[in-house]
């Protein structure tokens, strides 16, 4: 319980903090870490968040009015978000309870309402300041909801996964969800500013930071809009000596901040949205880009195969019939090579698809034709073209009246082939690009034959 009581500062809440035992000397005071030491003290002076904390921003109007709601603060690592909860307890005179879903329970939760009350009781509201709450499961999220709503808790989770997909929908409809962004360049140039003011105000250090201005462009890149990173990595090139470093030199020496991706998360849907609409978009070297971007991340190349016929088929079709299969053949061809050789393949096909004729025209037809079977699905084809292998069913009609096409002028005999009580459907509307020009002048023609064919 006293772990729970210093995690969650309590301490100085009205309560008396459990017994320590023994008096224990405290140990020595320790480095404190350069992101540490920087965490704003304000909310103005959270770097690229303006659109949640500007004065008209959803939270700069609830810190204006005097009040604050349960929030999800969705983004990704390094973007504010314990920084902006731990800011919201104390602009709003909370007490502030930090726990982490990754190690707490339901038992461990109890102890924090029921102190929660306690405090609400004497007029002192809490902030419970949830990190990774994706990670609770169902029955763990329920059991904010009673406290929640009696104003007991104000809820500030915190995840970087999808709140639509990772969260109960009962916790979303008491709690706002505000995104954050990966900070842009501007705002990590800032953090790096007041840093380098850091280093130089500190007497055991006080040393310029060893880079050129190429060098601080590559600190800032490898960072990845990551302020806690760029901050780790400000701590590490304080250690490489006083000859400034350039690009070359830094990224010989540092290890970048890892590609944020996750194969079954936000990350993974978003590059592989961003891969597909580059192809239909036309665009092979965005497609590229995406494409490289997933296998840097760890992407089964087996999965992007899959999806790049997908691409042939829904956003190529027709235009290009062959597209398909040199999207299968590039498939092939990574499966006898395997990595990293066969991925080339894959890369080829993924420009050729950028670059193919668009259609989805046989994409829209078979949508529209399924609906339509659905919707008419207890309708028998026109007799004529039933097949009629007995005399029985010869005699009932089956087969009557049908003309072999082949035997008609032009192959095209006219007759009707939609069921008798259905009126014939325009499914396939060719596109006028690529190999489904021809098409779309060859259904022309067929229109005109069938309409000459009906005509008397």
């Not at 008096?23 to 992101?35: E, I, R, Y």
């Amino acid at each position: 319980m006293s772990d729970l009581f210093d995690r969650a500062g309590l301490a100085g809440a009205g309560y008396p903090a459990p017994d320590p035992g023994p008096a224990v000397a405290p140990p020595a005071a320790g480095p404190v870490p350069l992101a540490e030491r920087l965490r704003p003290r304000r909310l103005a002076d959270v770097a690229g968040q303006a659109h949640l904390l500007g004065a008209d921003a959803p939270l700069g109007r609830m810190l204006v009015e005097g009040r604050i709601a349960s929030l999800i603060l969705w983004g990704p690592p390094g973007s504010g978000k314990t920084t902006i909860a731990r800011l919201l307890a104390e602009e709003t005179a909370c007490q502030f309870v930090q726990l982490s879903a990754i190690f707490s329970g339901v038992a461990e939760l109890r102890k924090v309402f029921d102190t929660a009350a306690r405090l609400h009781a004497g007029g002192t509201t809490t902030l419970l300041f949830v990190d990774e709450i994706h990670r609770f499961n169902k029955a763990q999220q329920d059991a904010f909801l009673p406290h929640m709503e009696s104003g007991q808790v104000v809820l500030v989770g915190a995840t970087t996964e999808n709140p639509s997909f990772a969260l109960n929908a009962a916790l979303l409809s008491r709690a706002q969800v505000l995104r954050l962004h990966a900070l842009d360049e501007a705002a990590l140039a800032a953090i790096l500013a007041r840093a380098e003011a850091e280093i130089a105000a500190d007497p055991g250090l006080a040393a310029p930071l060893p880079l050129t201005p190429e060098g601080r462009e590559a600190l800032i890149a490898m960072a990845a809009g990551d302020a806690r990173a760029l901050l780790t990595l400000v701590d590490e090139a304080l250690h490489l000596g006083p000859e400034p470093l350039d690009r070359a030199g830094l990224e010989a020496r540092l290890v970048r901040r890892a590609a944020v991706y996750d194969r079954a998360g936000d990350a993974h849907y978003g590059l592989i949205s961003a891969l597909h609409k580059s192809v239909r978009g036309s665009d092979p070297d965005a497609a590229l880009y995406w494409f490289c971007r997933m296998l840097e991340g760890g992407e089964d190349p087996h999965y992007l195969a899959r999806r790049i016929c997908r691409m042939a088929v829904e956003d190529i079709g027709l235009a290009d019939p062959a597209a398909t299969a040199r999207c299968v053949t590039a498939w092939e061809v990574y499966e006898r090579l395997g990595s990293p050789e066969g991925e080339l393949a894959l890369a080829g096909a993924v420009v050729d698809l950028a670059l193919a004729p668009k259609s989805n025209a046989v994409y829209v037809a078979y949508k529209e034709a399924r609906a339509a079977a659905k919707e008419t699905g207890g309708l028998t084809p026109p007799a004529h073209i039933l097949n009629a292998p007995t005399a029985l069913m010869r005699a009932e009609g089956f087969g009557a009246g049908y003309e072999y096409d082949h035997d008609a002028p032009d192959a095209v005999s006219g007759q009707a082939y939609f069921p008798e009580e259905m009126a014939p459907v325009r499914f396939y509307r060719p596109v006028d690009r690529g190999h489904e020009s021809a098409l779309r002048a060859r259904l022309a023609w067929l229109a005109e034959r069938r309409a000459g064919k009906a005509a008397p």
